[in-house]
């Protein structure tokens, strides 16, 4: 795991000391990994859906402070949203609800993306394709 330097916005901290929706999810509908091969830090994201809707979300991560507050607040994201809505959530919308990251931590808001990705992927691929 790289070392990380701030500054930090409260939303990464809070996110950070109270990650939200941390767990396996018994019974998850699909999930989605999001890796980044450089530094090794990784997250599992587990959906639960209905219709097309996400409607519950939780992850395990292995990263650094921006890679845990990404993570936690891509499951707020995710949560109420169309697996449409969902595909479009960018690494930027990510990093924006959390206030902010420092340019050389943008990429660890690549990994809650590349983790919807996935999910959904594997989600709408036919069964036995997984
Ligand atoms: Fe790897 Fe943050 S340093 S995701």
Redesign the pocket.
């Given at each position: 795991?790289?070392m990380?330097a701030g500054p930090w916005s409260e939303q990464v901290m809070d996110h950070f000391m109270n990650p939200r929706n941390l767990g396996e999810m018994e019974g998850a509908d699909s999930f989605g990994i999001g890796g980044?091969i450089l530094?090794?830090?990784s997250m599992i994201l587990f959906l639960r859906i209905r219709g097309d809707v996400i409607v519950d979300a939780s992850f395990l991560v292995q990263?650094?402070v921006?890679?845990i507050a990404s993570s936690s607040v891509t499951t707020e994201l995710v949560k109420g949203k169309t697996l449409e809505e969902a595909k479009r959530i960018l690494p930027e919308d990510i990093s924006n609800a959390l206030g902010g990251l420092p340019e050389h931590?943008m990429?660890?808001s690549v990994?809650g993306a590349a983790a919807i990705g996935d999910a959904v992927r594997r989600y709408e691929e036919p069964r036995g394709a997984q």
């Open positions: 795991m790289e990380c980044d530094c090794g830090d990263g650094c921006a890679a931590k990429h660890c990994l």
